[in-house]
């Protein structure tokens, strides 16, 4: 019953933008708040965590090299995760999943390490590319 659906990826050129979104379906949001990670994995590379988001929206980090570029948000109304994506770089091509972690409170911390999380998304191909 637990998917996450990722959307938004596509081809772009550099300096463009994109917006990811991560449709949640089948967790109990009445129970519990969900933190939020942004991961990708590039070609030859290892999986890297992007940003991460409190169950709240209050508590947002980034990684170094997306850090003035990408915003992270959410929508828990629509049990959506967001990722806008500006001033993109031929580096920030890879698959980009998302992922949730319960958490006891809308405050907890978030986490950009990816064993932290057990709920994945089956990913979206960004490709940035001149």
């Known amino acids: 019953q637990l998917q996450l659906v990722e959307s938004g990826g596509g081809l772009v050129q550099p300096g463009e933008s994109l917006r990811l979104s991560c449709a949640a379906s089948?967790?109990?949001?009445?129970?519990?708040?969900?933190?939020a990670g942004w991961f990708r994995k590039a070609p030859g590379k290892e999986r890297e965590g992007v940003s991460c988001?409190?169950?709240?929206?209050?508590?947002?980090h980034y990684a170094d090299s997306v850090k003035g570029r990408f915003t992270a948000s959410r929508d828990n109304a629509k049990n959506t995760v967001y990722l806008q994506m500006n001033s993109l770089k031929p580096e920030d091509t890879g698959v980009y999943y998302c992922?949730?972690?319960?958490?006891?409170?809308?405050?907890?911390?978030?986490?950009?390490?990816?064993?932290?999380?057990?709920?994945w998304g089956q990913g979206t191909q960004v490709t940035v590319s001149s």
């Open positions: 992922a949730l972690q319960p958490a006891p409170s809308a405050h907890s911390p978030c986490s950009t390490s990816d064993y932290e999380y057990h709920m």
């Open positions: 988001i409190s169950g709240g929206g209050g508590i947002v």
């Open positions: 089948g967790f109990r949001w009445d129970y519990y708040y969900y933190v």
